[in-house]
């Protein structure tokens, strides 16, 4: 790389965040570095060759982030598909700013899935991977492919959170809140929500009864197990606000009296990205209640073409859900969802999920960063998919597998960099790779 600023024992790069220019040491090669400019966190690549043969394509700036060329560097921050499972190829040129490109690493989430499934396929044989192998089993039976929105639901389901799926209509998702309840043999409640929706709708009223001239409570459709909270952004604030209690807490509080909720209590909210019109948006204390943000992607054509077989015809779909056989039931979730506090995690790993939850407080491009409950989601999280792998006990890839998902809907971007077209995976892929995955003895 020639450039005024390069000399025999340093060479110029380029910050992915400000695109400054800067000279840094050879021998810093593949650590991390701070940018004078705007003190964003970046890793040194390799410095390109001089020349390049006369047959191949002219030499690129700087060589992918973690070719071999960059050494140990390789060992302690992975490529972005390793770190987060998005099934995408490792940059072909620059350095962190080639993930971070506006309009690049676009959502693929079923690449993220298909990750998650091979940690869980290569993991040992243990009553926990069983579980989670005969659910999903029986799943596809009615639910055609969407690999991270069944393992992410059920993450979230064993580690007592709640999810927000992100999708077009048309993709199924009451099919598979519907399909989960009679697979799970929990009882299944929905509630649609509109802009004129009460918050007694949804958690229920004090009856008056006449002949015992008192009043009663009406639950309301909230007392359920899974909750399918369908179009939640169509509803304004306050009634957003009656789930607070709910999900956080597990109980529900009318006129001083206090109705707990049986358990498991897992909701499953859903909003459509593509419309504004009569829509809120959630507010920041709703959004931190869900442990995840999934989103939906269209089918693949083979997918599509499975489901144009299985529901193509005239069957009746309750017909099919009932065929469906129950796998587990609400005490055995409740038993395993206990026996999650038992897989082990490691002061390392602690220390690295304490790390990226904190970069993202300082990071340049995030306005607001994730909150505590983000690092403590993100562990209960990652020792559910530990079960599910056969462990009893918590690796880096675990946290980088669910980093995504559980952080990019508790971040708020600046606005300098909407305008500029990013969006919070992409930051996020930057937050994560700048911090040094651990080591595992």
Not at 19 to 47: D, E, M, W, Y
Not at 263 to 291: C, H, K, W
Not at 295 to 308: K, Q
Request: glycine content about 6%.
């Amino acid at each position: 790389m020639s450039s005024p600023l390069s000399t025999p024992d340093s060479f110029t790069i380029r910050c992915s965040h400000c695109q400054g220019l800067f000279s840094v040491q050879r021998a810093l090669v593949g650590t991390n570095v701070s940018c004078p400019h705007c003190k964003a966190v970046l890793i040194v690549p390799a410095p390109a060759p001089a020349a390049a043969p006369a047959t191949n394509p002219a030499p690129r700036s700087t060589p992918p982030v973690n070719s071999p060329a960059v050494g140990s560097a390789a060992n302690s921050n992975p490529r972005p598909d390793e770190l987060l499972g998005n099934g995408a190829s490792a940059p072909t040129s620059g350095t962190a700013s080639t993930a971070a490109e506006p309009g690049a690493g676009t959502s693929s989430n079923s690449g993220a899935g298909s990750s998650m499934m091979q940690l869980i396929r290569e993991g040992h044989q243990s009553k926990g991977k069983e579980l989670y192998e005969r659910m999903t089993r029986e799943i596809s039976k009615v639910f055609v492919g969407q690999d991270e929105l069944v393992l992410g639901t059920l993450v979230g389901l064993f580690s007592s959170g709640h999810v927000l799926i992100e999708s077009v209509p048309g993709l199924g998702k009451t099919l598979f809140v519907r399909t989960l309840g009679q697979v799970l043999g929990c009882q299944f409640g929905r509630i649609q929500f509109t802009p004129d929706l009460m918050p007694s709708d949804v958690t229920g009223t004090p009856i008056f009864n006449i002949k015992t001239q008192e009043f009663h409570f009406h639950a309301g459709p909230v007392f359920t197990q899974l909750l399918l909270a369908d179009e939640i952004n169509r509803a304004p604030a306050k009634t957003h606000a009656a789930l607070l209690e709910t999900m956080q807490e597990y109980r529900v509080t009318v006129d001083s009296q206090v109705h707990p909720m049986s358990r498991p209590f897992f909701v499953l909210a859903t909003q459509n990205p593509i419309e504004s019109e009569g829509t809120y948006n959630l507010p920041e204390a709703q959004l931190d209640r869900f442990m995840f943000q999934l989103r939906m992607d269209y089918p693949s054509m083979s997918e599509e073409t499975a489901i144009l077989k299985m529901h193509g015809g005239q069957a009746n779909l309750d017909d099919q859900l009932h065929e469906l056989n129950r796998v587990t039931s609400p005490e055995e979730i409740l038993e395993f969802t206990k026996a999650t506090e038992n897989v082990r995690v490691e002061e390392v790993v602690i220390d690295y999920i304490a790390r990226v939850v904190r970069q993202t407080r300082n990071w340049p491009r995030i306005h607001l960063g994730a909150s505590p409950r983000a690092g403590i989601t993100l562990m209960r999280a990652a020792r559910t998919l530990a079960m599910f792998a056969g462990r009893d006990f918590v690796v880096p890839d675990d946290i980088s597998h669910l980093y995504r998902p559980a952080l990019r809907h508790r971040i708020i971007l600046t606005p300098e960099a909407e305008v500029e077209g990013f969006n919070s995976d992409q930051v996020l892929t930057d937050v994560l790779r700048s911090v040094d995955v651990p080591r595992m003895n």
